[in-house]
Structure formats: structure tokens, C-alpha cells
């Protein structure tokens, strides 16, 4: 206490001095008076300490309260006493105290805010643990990465957090080690194979103690996943050329031996070369038209127009009539007159007429194929329905993949070129829309493209 309860005692004998005195003097000229004077000077000296005293105290008081709200935290109130408040000096500097405070607290809170905008908006996901391997900072892209669920993270050890094996061992050797270090690791998260990169930092403070480590989680899944598709291109791109060229150059050689000089064998052979031929021409235009569909996709050149998707039914289906009926099988056509979309027409009849043809392909004589058009409720569903030998479950999920062949002798057999369905499924983006395949052996295939609600109206 600055002050503490004897002050206003002092002031009272300060004060009833003054007044004895003034109380001699009193007495030369007032005997009678004497003894009264001093008494009365007391009392007055007395009520003045007291009512000193309890204002003194009630400002002590309300500084005490404003420091205590102060420590705890609570910097939002001031306190104002009167100039004449021998206290109020130092409630002035409380006050700017409070003001400094503040403005460290905002410029904390903002400096936080910021942190976390960083962090959630990074695509990578960031994990720092203590030295004892608790969690003290996570952003989102590591909760979604490694799908973290509704624990809380912070303050858990790393174990609880995440149950790849393989993923704490690297965590737990970046506490160890002194040094930054990388990894590639697979993991399954829900059935599905994910692959990281992970890459690990000690994590120091101001001074260069070591406070832990700093982990950074890239997804590469989709990239690996690319890499291994431009991979297998390469190699069924090459497989698929060199089988006819090989099959040209052979019989090229063959003719050149003598068999030139069998003309029944020469036709035969030419007639052979002829057919690779087509083949090698085959699958280079439908490289070009991939080529070119995934450029002006890509590039936004694919202009839709509305219009009937009758019209553009009709004539895949008038494609296909020669192809259906050297195979004996039936095309069946259902589509709404008034149903209209958002489409290219020459895309979308190109995409049909793949389907179709893969229909035809895989049909027993006599079989039918539907190929049929309705509007549900959320979109627009083409489908083309077969009744052929179906395909298993294994293939499914590649089906649309380039050069993907469930049965490559077949396939060849039949003069597919192995990218009709990659077409097909490139047509349907350009579409903003998506192919699906559902299939079970010997009962058949229903491929179809969904298009968005946006795409379609009923006409009135």
C-alpha cells in the first residue's frame, strides 16, 4: 500500500498542532475560550483527515482494480481521477500501459490471422512438432492429405495423430536427426494407395536452440498417376506401330524374295499389307483427333450451341446402320423429340458413333443395342445398352484409358484402334460432362455420358 491507513492520523496532529497554537494565541485574549479551541481544532482536523482519507482510498481502490483487470488480461478499461488525486499520475501511466498493451495484442492477433490465412490457403500440408512429439501446428491441407478426422490434433503426440507406420518412423527420424532430409512414401488411406512426399526440417528459435521439427506434405498421387499414364502411352503407342510395321516390312521383304512371282500369294500379301496400312493410318487419325479435342478443350474452342439431341442421335445411329447390319444386330433408338442440349454437335455425334461401333463390335448376331436418351432429375443420361459378353470388374476403372484393351488379340482382330473410348471420354469433358461404364460378364455393357442439369431443357 503506498500510502497506508496512518496517513491521515499524521495530517490530524499536523492539524491539531496548527490549532493549539492558533489557540495560545487565542488565549491572551480570550481566557474563557482556552480550553475549547484546541478541542474543536481537533475535531475539525479529525473530520478533514477522514473525509482525506476515504477519497485517497476510494481512488487507491479503483487503480487497484483497474491493475488487477490489467494482469488478467482485460486491457479495455481506463481509469480517470481527478487532476487533484495525488494518484492520478500514476493512473495516467496505467492507462498508456493498458493503451501499449493493446496495440502488442492487436498486432499479435493480426500477425496469428495472417499466419493462418498462409497456412490454410497452402496446398501442402505443414505439421511442426515439440521435441516430445506432440503436434503444434497443423494446417488443413495436412488434415485433408492424411484424413485426420474430428480428433484435435494440437498437443497430441504424433502417434495419435497418424497411423501410417511408415510416416511417424519419419517423423520420429526428423526429431533425431540434426539435419533436413526427404522421403517418397505410399500409403493407403480408405482403401485408395496415396503417394507423398515428405520433406523434414529441424525447427529453431530466435537464439538457434532446437525446438523440434518442421514436416511438409506434398500429395503426388495425381502426378505419379500421370507419369505412369505417360509411361504406359509411350510403350502402347510404340506396341501398337510396331505390329503393323513389323507385319508391313515383313511381307515387303517376302514379296521382294520371289513371292512376286506367285500372283495369288502376292495379292494375298498386298492385300495384308494393305489391311496394316489402314491400321497404321487408323490410329494416327485418332491420335489427331484426341490431339485436337484435348487442345481446344483445353484452349476453351469448343463452342456449344442448343439444339435437339435427337438430331445428333440420328446420325451416329445412320453411321453405324452398314457396320450393324454386316453384323446382323439392331440398333434401337429412344430420345425424347423435345429434349435439347448444350452441345458440339460433330463432337458429340463422333462420341456416339464410338460407342456404337464398340457396341457392335463385342454383339452376338442377332443381338439388339439401345441407344437411349432421358432427362432425370439432376441431368441429361445418353446411354448405349449392348447385349455382348460384358466386361469384368477388373477392367472397369481403365476402360477409358488410351490403348487400354481388355482383350488386345480381339481388339486388333476387329480393327479397334484402342483410343475410341479415350475419345470418347475427352468429347464428354469438352461437354463438361462424364462417361460411365457398368458391365458384368455375359450380360452385356450400358456405357453412358452424364451431362450436367445446366446443359439440358425440355422444350415446351
Excluded at 478541542?39 to 488487477?68: M, P, T, Y
Excluded at 511442426?128 to 503426440?157: K, Y
Amino acid at each position: 500500500m503506498i500510502f497506508g491507513r496512518r496517513f491521515p492520523i499524521t495530517l490530524m496532529l499536523y492539524s491539531a498542532f496548527a490549532l493549539a497554537v492558533l489557540g495560545v494565541a487565542w488565549n491572551i485574549s480570550q481566557p474563557r475560550l482556552a480550553v475549547q479551541l484546541p478541542l474543536v481544532g481537533i475535531l475539525i482536523a479529525v473530520g478533514v483527515a477522514l473525509r482525506l482519507h476515504s477519497r485517497l482510498w476510494s481512488d487507491f481502490q479503483a487503480l487497484h482494480e483497474a491493475v488487477k483487470r490489467l494482469a488478467a488480461g482485460d486491457s479495455r478499461d481506463r481509469i480517470y481521477l481527478s487532476p487533484q488525486s495525488p494518484l492520478s499520475g500514476l493512473a495516467a501511466s496505467v492507462n498508456e500501459l493498458a493503451v501499449s498493451i493493446d496495440r502488442h495484442i492487436a498486432a499479435h492477433v493480426s500477425r496469428n490471422v495472417e499466419r493462418e490465412a498462409i497456412l490454410s490457403s497452402m496446398l501442402e500440408g505443414i505439421i511442426a512438432v515439440d521435441m516430445s512429439g506432440r503436434v503444434i501446428e497443423i494446417n488443413s491441407a495436412a488434415q485433408r492429405i492424411l484424413s485426420i478426422g474430428a480428433i484435435r490434433p494440437l498437443g497430441r503426440l504424433v502417434q495419435e495423430v497418424i497411423s501410417n507406420h511408415r510416416l511417424q518412423r519419419f517423423m520420429t527420424h526428423a526429431l533425431d536427426s540434426a539435419e533436413s532430409h526427404a522421403d517418397e512414401l505410399h500409403i493407403l488411406d480408405g482403401g485408395e494407395e496415396k503417394t507423398l512426399t515428405v520433406n523434414a526440417a529441424v525447427l529453431r528459435d530466435g537464439a538457434g536452440a532446437r525446438l523440434g521439427a518442421l514436416v511438409v506434405i506434398n500429395d503426388a498421387t495425381r502426378l505419379r498417376k500421370l507419369e505412369n499414364i505417360r509411361r504406359d502411352f509411350v510403350a502402347n503407342v510404340s506396341h501398337e506401330l510396331r505390329t503393323p510395321i513389323t507385319s508391313i516390312k515383313g511381307f515387303v521383304e517376302t514379296l521382294q524374295d520371289g513371292a512376286l512371282a506367285s500372283p495369288e500369294d502376292a495379292r494375298r500379301f498386298l492385300a495384308i499389307i494393305a489391311r496394316q496400312a489402314d491400321r497404321l493410318n487408323a490410329i494416327f487419325d485418332d491420335l489427331l483427333k484426341l490431339s485436337r479435342i484435348e487442345q481446344e478443350s483445353e484452349s476453351e474452342q469448343v463452342i456449344l450451341t442448343r439444339g435437339p439431341l435427337v438430331d445428333v442421335l440420328h446420325a451416329a445411329v445412320q453411321s453405324c446402320e452398314k457396320q450393324a447390319a454386316d453384323a446382323k444386330v439392331r440398333i434401337v433408338l429412344q430420345c425424347p423429340a423435345e429434349l435439347t442440349l448444350e452441345r458440339h454437335a460433330v463432337l458429340l455425334e463422333q462420341a456416339v458413333v464410338n460407342l456404337i461401333t464398340n457396341a457392335i463390335r463385342y454383339s452376338e448376331p442377332g443381338g439388339e443395342i439401345l441407344v437411349r436418351a432421358t432427362a432425370p432429375k439432376h441431368e441429361v443420361l445418353l446411354e448405349v445398352i449392348d447385349q455382348g459378353c460384358g466386361i469384368e470388374a477388373r477392367h472397369l476403372p481403365r476402360i477409358f484409358e488410351r490403348f487400354y484393351r481388355i482383350d488386345k488379340s480381339r481388339s486388333r482382330e476387329l480393327g479397334g484402334t484402342g483410343l475410341g473410348l479415350a475419345i470418347v471420354k475427352h468429347i464428354s469433358q469438352a461437354h463438361g460432362a462424364y462417361p460411365t461404364v457398368q458391365s458384368r460378364p455375359g450380360e452385356g455393357s450400358t456405357f453412358a455420358i452424364h451431362f450436367p442439369r445446366s446443359a439440358q431443357s425440355l422444350a415446351a
